[in-house]
Every structure is written in C-alpha cells, then in structure tokens.
C-alpha cells in the first residue's frame, strides 16, 4: 500500500491545497466536494448533468444499496460507477452512519451491528468483514471502514468506546480489505475514520489510532451533527494536525458554504453533502448572496434568475417566478431545476477555491466570497440535524441572521 | 384572417401531409406531437430536454394554468413561452375538456361552466368570452375555443345538446378572439373544435358549423375517450372529410403510436397527449418492439437500454436495471430518464413519419413499423380513461395481446 500515493499535491496555500486524486476511473481535482448519490442516483438530477456541472466524483450509500437493488444487482451490473451510468469515479460510505441512527432497531455488540431493513423489518448483520465485501460488491474506488458513530451529544464515557470500537473494527476492516483486493477488477482504497465526539482528548487518541493503520486516506466523522460551529472548526483544527499531509483528508457530512471555506482552510481535501440536493427539493437555493426561500410568496412573479450572478443553465433559462411555480405544483421538473442550480453553485464554488489556491490567494477569495454571502444562523436541534442527515427531506427553519457571521 | 396562412403543405402522400406551421414563435414541422406541459411544465422534463429530442410545440392547459400561477403571473412574465423558458412555439387548450370532467363540481349553462378549483374549492366561471381573455393573456400562439366536452358514451340527445353548444360558444369565442387580437403583441391563432361523440350526423353537423366560421385551424375532440380503436377510426375517417385540407388539423388527445399512424394516413396535422409523460412515471415504455413494463421484476439485472433500437440519451447511457432500481426507490430521476425516453420516442416516430411522408412512401414505413410493435390491448373503461386523461397518474392494467392488431 505503501507504494501507491492516491493524492499528488499540486499547490500549498497556507494550509489550504490543491491536488488530484488518482483513481481506476479518472482524476478527481481537490478540494473536491462529492455530490450524495445514495441509492446510486444524486436525487434529481442524471449523470450528463454532474458532468455538465462539473463533479468528478459522486457518493453511494453502502446501506441503501446493500438493501436496494441489492449488492448483487450492482455486482452484475458491473460496479456502481457503470451501474448508475456514471462512469466516472465513486465513493461508497460505510453505512456506519445509517444504521447507528436506526437507534430503534439496532442492536450494537462488538461483532458488529444487527438491523432491521426501513423498507420491510427484515434483519441484518453488518460486522466490518460483510460492510468490506459489501462495499468490494459494489467497487466503489474508495471505500469507507465500519465505524461507530455515537448520537451528539454524548458523553465522555460513552464517546471514548466509540472511539475504541472504531479503532478494532479499522484493524478487521483493513484485515478483510487487504484479504479482498486480489480479487477486485480494479484498485480499491480504503480510507479510516476518526471519531471522538467534540472531545480532544478522544479526537487525539482516535486519530492516533487510524493513522497508525496506514490507510491511504483518513477521515474525519462524528461532525455537523449537532455541535456549534465553533466546536466543529475546534475539533477539526485539532484533529487533522493528526492527519498527514501526503494523504487525503476527508471531512464526513459538511457542509453549508461557510463550512467548506473553514475546513478548506485548515487543509481538508474532500466533503460530501446532501445540502445542495435536499434544501432544493425543500424550496430552498444557495446564491453568491446567501440562501433564498425562493419558495416564498415574494418570488411569485420575479422574473430574475435564482441567482443573478449565477452562469449555470437554470439560471441562464428560467425565473424565480417559474421555479417557484413548480414548486408549489409539486412538478418534478422544479426539483430538478433548484436541484441542478444547488449542485451547480457547490462546484462552482469548489472551481474558484481551487484556482484560488492555485493562485495562492486563497484567504483573499474567502474573504471576498463571505463579504456578499449572507449567512443564515441553523436554530435546529442535534437530533433534527441527525435526521436530516439521514435524508428525511425536512423543512428547515432558516432565521435570518442580521450580522455576518465571520 | 382569410390572408394569413398558418400551414404551409410541404408534400401530400396519400392523405398524409407533410407540412411547417408558421406562428410568432417560429415554424413547427407537421404530423407534430405536441407534448403535454400542463402546469407550464411537461412534466419531469426541462426546456432543453424538449429542445434535445426535437420537440418544436409545446401544450399548456388554460384551467391549470388559470388557477396557478394564475393569469395575472404568466402574462407579467412575458407570456407562456418566455414563462416556462421554452421560447418556442406553444399552445393552450381551453379548459373545456377540464371543466367538463369536474363533473361533481361543474354547474353548466349557456352562459359557461361554473365550477370550484380542485386546489382550495374556490368558485369560477368559465365563460367563452372569459377563457379568450385568459388565453391571450397566457399568450400561447394557438388557443382553442371553448367547447362542451360530453362524457361517453352519451346518448345522441345529450351529444347533440353539447353540438349546438359548442357551435354557439365557438361563434362567441371567435368575436371574443377578434376584439382581443388588437391588443396582442404578437399573432395568436384561434382553433375551432368539432365534436359530437361517436354519431355521425352528428359529426357532420359539427365539423359544417365549425368550419363555416373559417378558424384558421381545426381540432376534433371528444375522441379517445373510451370508445374502441374501430369507432374512434371511423369517426376520424368520416369526420375529416369536412375539414379543409389547406388548414392544420389537430385531433385532441390522441394517442398510442398506432394511432398516430392511423390518423396521419388519414391527414390529421397535430396531436397532442399525456401517454409518453405519464406511463414513463408509472413503469411503463414505449419501444420499437411495444410497450414494456420496466418496473417489473424481469429486469431487475437487465443490462439493456429501455430499447436496445433507441440512440436517445437515456439509451445511450442507462439500464432497465438502473432505471427499474430508481423507479422501486420513487427516485426523481427515475421519472426523470423514463419520461426522457419516452417523449424521444414519440417526437423520433413523427421524425420519421414526416420523413416517409417527404419520401412518399408513408404506407410502407407504416407498415414496416406495426410489423416489429406489438400492440397491447388497453383493457380499460370510458371512466378510467377520462380520469386517464385528466392526468391521474393511474397505472394502466395493459394485458399483452399476441395478435398485432394491424
């Protein structure tokens, strides 16, 4: 493993960078944020749109595709990325995250964890050596270890045996994966996950424990669950100091504008998010001026685009007024079209961070990008932030929040 | 009006017509399909996705359209095309068919139709004078007049009642029509509309009273309403005779490919229907060999394109299995592929109809097209085709029929 280098850097901006992931099915550029393509389709939009759009790599969700098509539907199909009529690369999550929220249903022991199906109750097992096959089934280029992911907020006690639990089950996670990599078509990269809830102590030690696995990318999980902003950027600039430079860092479920600027700023190279796709699908859009409700009774006959410095196709072709028409029609195309824009306006972002840094002028662009951008303060509590996490496309209570918040 | 010429002949084969209508918005190459946008959107569609398969005219529905956005809205934002970012040629239907089938809530008089919006229950008044007004403010270039609509079957009394109708308010909706033409900022053509269920005389009387007021096209409506497939041939064969062959026209609401087939070789110009757009949503395609039902469990590892003989985009790119997979899950794109597929397919037979047509040699292409698509036998009442039509997403219980009915 020790050979093969996934990440060459291309510049170093402070302790932002700019690189390119090398993987079986293309280059992916960083900072990269990867669109959330579940149950294999990124909710509302196809894959010439992602190419239109400019993403490189987009997500699947080894839980859902584990129950639905199943993993040998995708198997025989010939792995995800030909599945889905992408083509290009992917990433699967582990499903960790998925199936310790169905606090219900799940019963956790050190083997692993026992589910049942939100589709039809039907049970499951999922230990670290199936979520490895599973994930090897569906070959995805990067895949994520089994790891526990404890509620937010929890405390100290039960924090740290997440944090242990993550650390045996990586071990039997890289133990399975190495055993499975002679048989793949292709290279396959595991990447590890930190845990430790909002507590250094436990973010050192988990952290300490992951690198030492070697992975050839490490992640960072167990944030924008719930904590403050504050705790998030306190716990992510300590953590990746753990975290060596030569590999990809990943920060797991982030995140808003904001977020990305922050963590692009300590030197994170990859983000997922189901923001862009769900808050368009909720009637609501990220513009270079903040985030609009264009679902809003104010927009009923604005003939502007959603975002009027916005160059993507919905914004070159139709008015907030139609889009909020079809919303409230409850027309599909609307869902596409917010979809698209959102999807539009993180890559678009991500574009500019990399030139930025390419430029070596990235404090500047982050600067410039906040100084229009309106921040909207999120009054919502951990628990409905774990369930829109999960996808339960919820409305979200955006307060308008007068004063800028960097 | 006797100056302007809406449709200009290209080549006549037979009966069938190959032609261009010239409207305001630009020119339209007849046999049309014209897809149906409701709401002001087609449904799961984009502007640019109608423009990719070739669709040059596009429907809008003045009684959705009416009740939202609302008149007011679409004409603030520069009328139906500019709207909905099609800018290309459209046309509304009056409502009428709507109106009548809201048949709990409808009060009729010679007046107009008193009936309550299916949103919030709120009362309004159709009158023809009203739906000109609403139609010019919508601004599609081709309107319909305002028509009675009989359910079927009907006895010839009540058909004969909704003759006498139709013919009365078409006279009023053409005054109506003429003193609004003033104002427009661009032609907009009025259409006449024949009816008179599945009687003959009753047809005849019809289309000598609508063509007498020299509309600038012609539609037959009431068809495909539940009579068979031979009463609604025979009610086309005996009804177009009265309709000018230097006119466009238009036959409402048809229909399967083999009816399309059927009625161009009898010189019908334009039709119109939601069967593409809502089977694609309920499982169900169109492919050169006949429908197939792609939810079914079948295709589950299917690696086929919908139709192995399609070079649409969706063909091109995806599975049975992957768009199966997104239609168990009621993923968007699922709707979103399937209603792509389906509406290419429709514009690519008018595509070659024309063609054939161009080639005098439409009997054979229809011949050779009917010989490689088997027809299913749609065994379903008037009601639920009625209810079909008013666009109730039902799943259709096709039953295969292994005879081909040509």
Partial sequence: MANHRLLELLTIDGSARRGSLHTAHGAVQTPAFMPVGTSASVKALRSDDLDAIGAEIILGNTY?????????????????????????????DSGGFQVFSLRDISRITDDGVEFQSHHDGSRHLFTPEKVMQIQHDIGANIIMAFDQCVPFPAAHDLAEVGVHRTFRWAKRCLDEHTRLAGADNYRIDL?????????????SQSAEQI???????????????????????????????????DKPRYLMGVGYPEDLLMAVSYGVDMFDCVLP??????????TSEGQIVYRNAEYAADERPLDPNCDCMVCRRYSRAYIRHLYNQREITGMVLATYHNSYFFQHLMRNIRQAIAEKRFDAF??????RYVIYERAISPAESMANKLNQHNHRKNRHRPENEF
Avoid at 279 to 286: D, E, L, P
């Fill in 191 to 203: 990447f590890g996950i930190v845990q430790g809830s909002i507590y250094k102590d436990l973010r």
């Fill in 277 to 286: 796709t769900r808050n368009a699908r909720t009637g609501n859009v990220f």
């Fill in 64 to 92: 859902h595709l584990y129950l639905r098509p199943g993993t040998e539907v995708i198997k025989q199909c010939g792995g995800l990325a030909k599945f889905n009529g992408w083509n290009k690369p992917t990433l699967t």
């Fill in 211 to 245: 690198v030492g696995l070697d992975f050839p990318g490490n992640a960072i999980g167990g944030l924008s669950v719930g904590e403050s902003k504050a705790e998030m950027e306190d716990m992510l600039a300590h953590t990746i100091q753990f975290l060596p430079g």
């Fill in 366 to 371: 982050r600067r410039a990008f906040l100084s």
